[in-house]
Antibody
Framework: EVQLVESGGGLVQPGGSLRLSCAASGFTFSDYWMSWVRQAPGKGLEWLANIKQDGSERNYVGSVKGRFTISRDNAKNLLSLQMNSLRAEDTAVYYC???????WGQGTLVTVSS | DIQMTQSPSSLSASVGDRVTITCRASQSISSHLNWYQQKPGKAPKLLIFAASSLQSGASSRFSGSGSGTDFTLTISSLQPEDFATYYCQQSYRTPLTFGGGTKVEIK
């Protein structure tokens, strides 16, 4: 059974940092591009970043470029998102996923507030 | 960035109705268009990929069409479990942008 389990969400102050993790199992993690998507409360989906199978290529949406870093550890089947300089508008549920498939995590909530 | 515009943003329909949702890309994306269904508090579920290919496990009530800039998701006969929000997403070029969503509500 395919599982993607995010962790690392929580409450952080503006300007702070947080590192999200996504533990993958049930499929060959190293065969797939991996992505992060977020959804602010009551809003739509926003694609954030993806990373190639071997980590050699990474892409970001403009709103997080330079602040967020996507990475992966194929030996541990782990995807990560390092988030720095967080702002109130980064408050959202963050999902890891394999696109376009049904392989999605359950999401982890990040709240940026003082 | 490629902008994805969905219409309508919401609609009310009855069980058994045929429902059509449209998605327009700001430039040609060939057939690199996916449709997702999302229910409250849940992760999105892939319905259609490559504009018209039905995802394994998705109901055959769902169909997709289009290429270039204009795409359509059709629900042939709306069922109670279909009341949800639907998103299109282009996978032609990063950033892989989503449409704003269409909320399908019960009339």
């Amino acid at each position: 059974e395919v599982q993607l389990v995010e962790s690392g969400g929580g409450l952080v102050q503006p300007g702070g940092s947080l590192r999200l993790s996504c533990a993958a199992s049930g499929f060959t993690f190293s065969d797939y591009w991996m992505s992060w998507v977020r959804q602010a409360p009551g809003k739509g989906l926003e694609w954030l970043a993806n990373i190639k199978q071997d980590g050699s290529e990474r892409n970001y949406v403009g709103s997080v470029k330079g602040r967020f870093t996507i990475s992966r550890d194929n030996a541990k089947n782990l995807l990560s998102l390092q988030m720095n300089s967080l702002r109130a508008e980064d408050t959202a549920v963050y999902y890891c996923y394999v696109g376009p498939t049904d392989y999605w995590g359950q999401g982890t909530l990040v709240t940026v507030s003082s | 960035d490629i902008q994805m515009t969905q219409s309508p943003s919401s609609l009310s329909a009855s069980v058994g109705d045929r429902v059509t949702i449209t998605c327009r890309a700001s430039q040609s994306i060939s057939s690199h268009l996916n449709w997702y269904q999302q229910k409250p508090g849940k992760a999105p579920k892939l319905l259609i990929f490559a504009a018209s290919s039905l995802q394994s496990g998705a109901s055959s009530r769902f169909s997709g069409s289009g290429s270039g800039t204009d795409f359509t998701l059709t629900i042939s006969s709306l069922q109670p479990e279909d009341f949800a929000t639907y998103y299109c997403q282009q996978s032609y070029r990063t950033p892989l942008t989503f449409g704003g969503g269409t909320k399908v509500e019960i009339k």
